[in-house]
């Protein structure tokens, strides 16, 4: 049963340009979330999506920043205009569907980590 | 504003000696607590706490939670120099939808 998938691991973007970081859940899982890891920080929660919905994205900046998780495929989290300080690790993890109120923990992917140029 | 402290930030010790890391949190309508270790990529899950009291073990590490003092612990006993990580705690709310908060982490240094 394979971990959470991310790709790419390392991606480097000039300032201006797009970053499309890519997350593949957990076999049988169907919630997908978003973390930020800037240098010498925590983790940062960014956005939580199931299939095909946005649950919750009270951590995503409103500009710049967006979040899918279609039907078919991984989930996507698209930065448009990079600037440097969005340079950072970006994880993903999974969960399995769950029932309101129960605990669930969340397993992480290897990251992505983005350098803005 | 969920908050969660981790204590130490960092830590030395040799190798066979028994540490233990501190989380403190506050948060409105506690459902989890959870530990991950993170060595340079993906932080893995050990433990996730629910109840006080009751401790979860899984080989040389070990962990409690106090809901009442709302805090938890991480043991590691007999440490190796493959323990040397950052160690992260991290609170789910009810309120907060599934979304965890985040310690800044321990970062252990186990010397031979």
């Known amino acids: 049963n394979a971990g959470v998938m991310q790709n790419p691991r390392h991606l480097v973007r000039r300032r201006g340009q797009e970053a499309r970081l890519r997350c593949s859940p957990m076999k049988g899982h169907s919630h997908v979330y978003w973390y930020r890891q800037l240098p010498e920080e925590g983790l940062k929660f960014m956005v939580y999506l199931q299939k095909e919905n946005i649950i919750d994205e009270s951590g995503m900046p409103k500009e710049r920043f967006s979040a899918e998780f279609p039907k078919e495929g991984p989930s996507i989290l698209r930065i448009q205009q990079v600037v440097r300080g969005d340079s950072a690790a970006y994880f993903c993890?999974?969960?399995?569907?769950?029932?309101?109120?129960?605990?669930?923990?969340?397993?992480f992917g290897p990251g992505t980590r983005l350098t803005v140029l | 504003e969920d908050k969660v402290v981790q204590s130490p930030l960092s830590l030395v010790v040799h190798e066979g000696d028994t540490v233990t890391l501190n989380c403190s949190y506050e948060?409105?309508?506690?459902?989890?607590l959870l530990w991950y270790k993170q060595e340079k990529k993906a932080p893995t899950f050990l433990f996730m706490l629910?109840?006080?009291?009751i401790e979860k073990k899984s080989g040389r590490l070990s962990s409690i939670l106090d809901k009442k003092e709302l805090f938890s612990i991480l043991n590691i006993t007999a440490t190796q120099t493959g323990d040397s990580a950052v160690y992260l705690c991290?609170?789910?709310?009810?309120?907060?939808?599934?979304?965890?908060?985040f310690g800044e982490g321990t970062q252990l240094t186990v010397n031979p």
């Open positions: 993890a999974s969960s399995p569907p769950r029932f309101a109120g129960d605990p669930h923990e969340q397993f």
């Open positions: 948060v409105t309508n506690f459902r989890s």
């Open positions: 991290a609170v789910e709310a009810e309120t907060s939808g599934s979304r965890l908060t």
């Open positions: 629910t109840s006080s009291g």
